[in-house]
């Protein structure tokens, strides 16, 4: 399959080329023809799949094909965009954003506006007034400038409802209804979801006519390039000392270390910080500004570590993320799988490390239901956990199809290393304090949470 069978004008398949796809991924395969028909799509396919591109795609496709049937926009007047994009974070805007940049780098004279939460109004009320091709917005912030009167969305073409799953998840089914209502019914409706079941399934079919189901991999597939594994911590201690360790490894490109809480991501991010390593926070109560500067330190590699919740961390992008660490475990079990996409990025491997504690034993097991597969245990010499690991309960069952290896097959610890217990890296010498911007996005301008005998 090539990205030139799949039916996009040459200006597309520049751009695909220009990013260095060879080929398209099996969800772009599928979705981008049926699409680009006008078909209204439910597609599930998990982050890392290049499922962006296979809206972004046909979405430009509509903007070049408005330019060449010479339908014009008459100057002076409020035309809104083409096409809008519900996101449910302001990271995964910018990701859109990004993608929608790249992919419509030959298309002239391209208008994308991003309308999130937590920035300032100026900007955004400029952005609206002018003509648009592309709108990405978070649902909040779009209901505020459509009660202002400010984003007019009478000439919507295509709707795409990006993770929409996670979009009910944060309560904005109600702003979705209110937005989809004000736009013109005979529209074309894509959405990308993990799950389709339930209240998303629900909304699909008040907001679709007819929509082709699309389901390339589903939560239970395994990530083919990360790899995973496990690791039982005796106490926060031993979990603080496996952590260590593990970021000290020379083959830690760049990490992603997530926590429960944002209390814990400061408090970690800071003892981290302490021991040399160029790391930041990123979580929700953090301003937006901050979390710009964080995204971009990342990008640019002047962090290596990156301490994150779930919210903020969803639908980060960044290549040379070679780790997931699980330090505290996630509320859902979906958002283990959303965790480890971050890593094995754009054809790379990855590694995803958890670290769980005893008291951690129903949630790994509720993950490896979910995702129908057995996270392999893996010891550290010197570090190995005082009592083994814990009996599981009860078998993990696969629900739903079962794909990739199945968990009891994948037994047997792996050993690595040979840092002994309790042996506190300094840094490797290479890891410098972060500073972009205005001050340190860590902990700079903020209450330093006290540390606590236990992160929880
Ligand atoms: P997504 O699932 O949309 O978040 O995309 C995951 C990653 O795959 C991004 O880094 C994209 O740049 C990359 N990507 C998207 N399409 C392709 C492709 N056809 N070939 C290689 N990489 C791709």
Redesign the pocket.
């Known amino acids: 399959m090539t ?1 030139e069978s799949l039916g996009l004008p040459a200006a597309l398949n520049r751009a ?1 080329q220009d ?7 099996p969800v ?1 395969a599928q979705a981008v023809p049926a699409a680009l028909q006008g078909q209204d799509l439910m597609v599930s ?10 809206f972004v795609l046909p979405a430009l496709n509509r903007v070049l094909a408005a330019r060449g049937s010479g339908q014009r926009r008459e100057k002076g007047l409020v035309h809104g965009p083409r096409i809008l994009v519900l996101v449910p974070t302001r990271e995964l805007a910018l ?1 859109v954003t990004k ?1 929608v940049t ?1 992919y419509g780098r030959h298309v002239q004279g391209l208008r994308v506006a991003s309308i999130v939460g937590g920035v300032p109004y100026g900007a955004q009320l400029k952005a609206l007034r002018g003509p648009l091709d592309l709108l990405i917005a978070t649902p909040g912030r779009l209901m505020d400038h459509m009660a202002s009167g400010k984003a007019v969305l009478a000439h919507v073409e295509l709707l795409v409802l990006d993770e929409a799953d996670r979009m009910l998840d944060m309560g904005f089914i109600e702003d979705i209804h209110h937005i989809a209502a004000a736009l013109p019914a005979a529209r074309q409706t894509l959405m990308t979801s993990a799950t389709f079941a339930g209240a998303v399934g629900h909304m699909a079919s008040e907001l679709m006519r007819e929509p082709r189901r699309i389901e390339v991999d589903s939560h239970t597939q395994a990530h083919a390039d990360i790899e995973q594994r496990l690791h039982w911590a005796d106490d926060l201690r031993h979990k603080n000392a496996l952590l260590d360790h593990i970021l000290t490894e020379r083959s830690v490109e760049q990490a992603v270390v997530f926590t429960s809480t944002q209390r814990d991501a400061d408090w970690l991010a800071d003892r981290l910080a302490e021991m040399g390593h160029s790391v930041a926070a990123l979580h929700g109560g953090m301003p937006q500004g901050r979390r710009n500067r964080v995204l971009e330190g990342l990008r640019r590699r002047q962090l290596r570590v990156l301490v994150a919740t779930d919210v903020a961390a969803r ?1 980060i ?1 960044v ?1 040379g993320i070679s780790h997931v660490i699980n330090y505290g475990l996630p509320m859902k079990a979906e958002d283990y799988v959303h965790r480890i996409g971050r890593t094995g ?3 790379r491997s990855g590694l995803a490390v958890t670290l769980a504690e005893r008291r951690d034993a129903g949630m790994i097991q509720r993950i490896q239901r979910f995702t129908t597969q057995r996270i392999p245990p893996a010891t550290i010499s010197g570090l190995e956990p005082r009592v083994p690991e814990p009996a599981p309960q009860q078998r993990p069952r696969p629900h739903g199809k079962a794909f990739g290896k199945p968990f009891d097959k994948s037994f047997g610890n792996k050993s690595f290393g040979n840092k002994p217990f309790g042996a506190r890296p300094q840094g490797d010498g290479q890891h410098k304090p972060f500073a972009p911007g205005r001050g340190a996005p860590r902990g700079a301008g903020g209450a330093k949470p006290a540390p606590r005998a236990r992160p929880r």
Do not use: C, N
Request: hydrophobic letters at 25%; charged letters at 10%.
């Open positions: 990205f695909v990013a260095g796809y060879s080929q398209p991924t772009q396919a998990s982050t890392g799949s290049g499922k962006t591109a296979s990701q993608a790249t639908g992008d290549p990025r754009a054809g």
